[in-house]
């Protein structure tokens, strides 16, 4: 039996890093789980997961910065990193912007809402 692939969450709404987290491990998925980006990439580098799911606007390091430090660096370039942000709608209002995301390497970008959860269990399948 093929061991279970693992997925960091990254996100600072402890509710929907809940939600994430149901969702992969029904898919069969092993989560850890970080509230920032700083946590993020300390659990990163301890223990790189299979895949990432990041939540763009976090306190202390924001997704994008930790994306931007992972795929700088040739040992974790190659983890997929699959974005999330609850901005999508309201770009213009933010210094957040799905161009930033795509700029960042990020392979897939997923706007929080009603199917995020959903989607970016998809996203993740068909990454991995």
Do not use: W
């Not at 149901?22 to 223990?47: H, I, S, T």
């Not at 930033?100 to 990020?106: Q, R």
Request: hydrophobic content about 40%.
């Amino acid at each position: 039996m093929s061991e279970k692939k693992r997925i960091l969450v990254v996100d600072d709404e402890p509710d929907f890093v809940e939600l994430m987290t149901k969702a992969l491990e029904k898919e069969g998925f092993e989560v850890d789980v970080a509230y920032n980006g700083v946590e993020g990439l300390e659990k990163v580098k301890q223990n790189p997961p299979d895949a990432i799911a990041l939540d763009v606007m976090m306190p202390e390091k924001d997704g994008y910065k930790m994306c931007a430090e992972l795929k700088a660096d040739e040992k974790y370039e190659d983890i997929p990193v699959v974005m999330l942000t609850a901005v999508a709608s309201h770009v213009s209002s933010t210094r957040y912007s799905h161009y930033d995301g795509m700029s960042m390497e990020a392979d897939d970008y997923v706007p929080k809402g009603p199917d995020a959860v959903k989607e970016v269990v998809e996203s993740i399948k068909s990454l991995l």
